[in-house]
């Protein structure tokens, strides 16, 4: 007999995805949604092998939702699957554009950078395509957001080392490694490294303008 969590996740499909900007009542959900997706043994995006603790804390993701050139969007999941439905409180994926303007004294212009991060879609909705969906609609918000005549736009991400098929993903959506890469922080604030090389290699993708 089917649950009505295995309809609602069968319902869901990639012409259904919709996103909107998280508020600071979303941080329960966002930090549950993270610290699943990235520190728990499910789905295939997960850093469990890698990295222990947790990924994030309410009192971060609330000063991250603060922050006015920062912008995190999440799926909520729906009564209804629907965007008109009734929001049920859980989210079933997220991602996050910082917005990045840096002066090029040389050239007398500006960098149109933006950072996308906090990427994550629920382990029982991973393999549908909606993780595609989220990230393109975070690159056309970027490209809109920073589009100048002049200037192309600069989308980065960093990803652990270590995560070939992760890469293979990124690489497959037009991103490619920029060579900057530094150690993942052993601050105890990002969760606990699980092996001494463990590094954050960026990725860089241009949009030209």
Request: net charge neutral; hydrophobic share 25%; charged share 25%.
């Given at each position: 007999m089917m649950t009505n969590d295995a309809k609602n996740t069968d319902a869901i499909n990639r012409d259904k995805v919709f996103l909107r900007q998280a508020t600071a009542n979303d941080t329960g959900a966002l930090e549950q949604l993270l610290n699943l997706c990235y520190r728990q043994d499910q789905g295939w995006t997960n850093e469990a092998n890698l990295v222990g603790g947790i990924r994030t804390?309410?009192?971060e993701l609330t000063s991250v939702i603060a922050n006015p050139k920062h912008y995190v969007f999440v799926y909520p999941k729906t009564d209804t699957g629907e965007r008109d439905g009734e929001e049920t409180g859980e989210l079933l994926a997220c991602i996050a554009v910082d917005i990045k303007v840096e002066a090029d004294l040389n050239?007398?212009?500006?960098n149109n950078k933006a950072y996308i991060g906090m990427f994550a879609v629920h382990p029982k909705l991973q393999g549908l395509g909606i993780g595609n969906v989220i990230l393109q609609a975070a690159e056309t918000f970027a490209e809109r957001h920073l589009k100048s005549n002049d200037q192309p736009t600069r989308l980065t991400m960093s990803i652990l080392s270590h995560r070939p098929e992760l890469l293979a993903y990124y690489q497959r959506r037009g991103y490619q490694l920029n060579g900057n890469?530094?150690?993942?922080?052993?601050d105890g604030n990002?969760?606990?490294p699980k092996r001494q090389d463990l590094a954050l290699l960026e990725l860089e993708k241009i949009i030209n303008a």
């Open positions: 804390t309410q009192a050239k007398k212009a500006h890469s530094m150690p993942f922080p052993d990002n969760g606990e």
